[in-house]
């Protein structure tokens, strides 16, 4: 992690790496998404299963990595688990992972925050070390600008002291700013952020898969139906395996 990277992670909350896809990856993960898109969830093979209610406006898979090899190759990056060690503080492993797909209207409401604490996701900067129990790297399959819905958050929330004094919906947050990224591209957050998307005005699909990495001991995720099975490890490679297992 350079000392640029360093500072505007510790500023922002989030970072944006450029390039660390390769289009080949790309094109054998939205294969694989466009398969299970046209899939009734009763017919999804286990462990995946909807995150929330199937809508017209989203439908959240859990589990994605579970799915196909080619989702293998984003559990390992090197430029994505330079930020991820540079701002975990001692060991990690990758918690969960999924996907979420957004049509017309679709939209994620304002989540995550540095005030009141959570237990499970905090931000702290101690002896010059920067502390993000749990870090998420998204990864956008399709071209998303404003009004497609992109990432968005309040720059610098991951650190803030008072509620936020707005309510959940975008269109309610004066400071909530949009975080563009290009496929093949990966945005680095600490889930402490407060962060959602933009409203879907443009009707056109959105589609990203999420990499959840978490301070070493904190197990499986929880909620959503998120967790591994026994069966994550095949086809992994040794050191893909121990990013998943360590605790």
């Known amino acids: 992690m350079t000392e640029e990277q360093k500072y505007l992670f510790d500023l922002q909350g989030y970072i944006v790496l450029k390039g660390v896809v390769p289009s080949s990856v790309i094109a054998g993960c939205n294969q694989s998404l466009d398969r299970l898109e046209d899939m009734h969830p009763q017919d999804f093979p286990p462990p995946l299963c909807l995150g929330t209610r199937k809508t017209e406006k989203e ?139 933009m409203v879907n005005t443009s009707g056109r699909p959105r589609r990203t898969l999420y990499y959840c990495y978490s301070v070493g001991y904190m197990p499986d995720w929880g909620g959503q139906g998120l967790a591994f099975s026994d069966h994550v490890m095949e086809g992994l490679t040794e050191a893909q395996k121990e990013i998943i297992c360590l605790k």
């Open 59 to 197: 439908l959240y898979i859990s589990n994605i990595l579970e799915s196909d090899t080619a989702f293998n190759f984003l559990i390992d990056i090197p430029e994505v688990l330079s930020i991820i060690d540079g701002v975990t503080y001692g060991s990690y492993r990758l918690n969960h992972t999924y996907t979420i797909y957004r049509w017309a209207d679709g939209y994620s409401g304002l989540h995550g925050h540095n005030t009141p604490i959570s237990y499970k996701c905090q931000y702290h900067f101690r002896d010059g070390e920067m502390i993000s129990t749990l870090t998420k790297a998204v990864f956008p399959l399709i071209d998303c600008r404003i009004e497609d819905g992109c990432f968005a958050a309040i720059p610098g929330s991951h650190k803030s002291n008072f509620n936020r004094p707005w309510g959940n919906h975008p269109d309610e947050n004066p400071v909530f700013i949009p975080i563009l990224a290009d496929v093949g591209d990966a945005i680095i957050f600490t889930e402490a952020l407060t962060h959602g998307s």
